[in-house]
């Protein structure tokens, strides 16, 4: 069946660091992937997603691209800022399949 | 635009009690979900419904009901809560297709005392 693996958590980094957080995923078919944030006292919101193989989503200075071959899709940002601290959640549909999520990524930016 | 909306946003309950939460989204989602979220955990699935009439178990369905009203509103039911059942529940709707997102609502926070 599908499924997400992402790197466990918290991530601890300043201000201005440059930001990864590792997605792998198994999947039948060929899925979208999504990144998701939760902030603090809230529901998850989409942060970017990719289709198709190769596609690069971005939204707010993230970044992942769809990885076929390494069937990857990590977060990164060039410059994280304490506003950013949450939890981020990588999933993945296929088809008329419901959505498969990770089980999330907290990051904690101190100033 | 409401989105997906949930009531309601803070419930107590004690042992044995019983309660609906309910859901609504407004942007003809074929297909809707419940999660819930323990703290320091990911999201676990209760229960799916692909499309108005139908209703699949996730990974934790048991203690839970749940009803496919019609293609806007999907409740879930605890008919006898127990304290495990503390959690926030989160409702989520998204199209059917694959390429498409979910959108969640904001949360039930539910204690069981």
């Known amino acids: 069946g599908n499924s997400v693996t992402q790197m466990e958590g918290p991530v601890t980094l300043s201000e201005e660091a440059f930001l990864t957080i590792n997605c792998t995923y198994t999947?039948?078919?060929?899925?979208?992937l999504f990144w998701y944030v939760q902030y603090p006292g809230e529901g998850l919101q989409l942060l970017l997603k990719a289709t198709k193989a190769d596609d690069k989503g971005s939204n707010k200075g993230f970044e992942a691209t769809y990885r076929k071959e390494t069937t990857s899709f990590h977060l990164e940002k060039g410059s994280v800022q304490v506003s950013d601290s949450a939890v981020y959640f990588c999933a993945l549909k296929t088809g008329f399949q419901k959505l498969v999520f990770g089980t999330g990524t907290r990051l904690l930016v101190s100033p | 635009n409401a989105g997906v909306t949930q009531t309601p946003k803070f419930q107590v309950l004690k042992t044995g009690q019983s309660m609906t939460l309910q859901c609504a989204q407004d942007?003809?989602?074929?297909?809707m979900y419940w999660y819930r979220q323990d703290p320091g955990m990911g999201l676990r699935l209760i229960y799916y419904s692909a499309s108005e009439g139908t209703t699949d178990k996730g990974e934790v369905p048991n203690g839970y009901n749940v009803s496919r009203l019609n293609k806007r509103e999907f409740s879930l039911r605890l008919e006898s809560a127990a304290p495990s059942q503390t959690s926030v529940y989160f409702c989520?709707?998204?199209?059917?297709?694959?390429?498409?997102?979910?959108?969640f609502g904001q949360g039930t926070r539910l204690t069981v005392v």
């Open positions: 942007m003809n989602h074929n297909s």
């Open positions: 999947a039948t078919g060929y899925p979208s």
């Open positions: 989520a709707s998204s199209d059917y297709r694959g390429d498409t997102e979910a959108f």
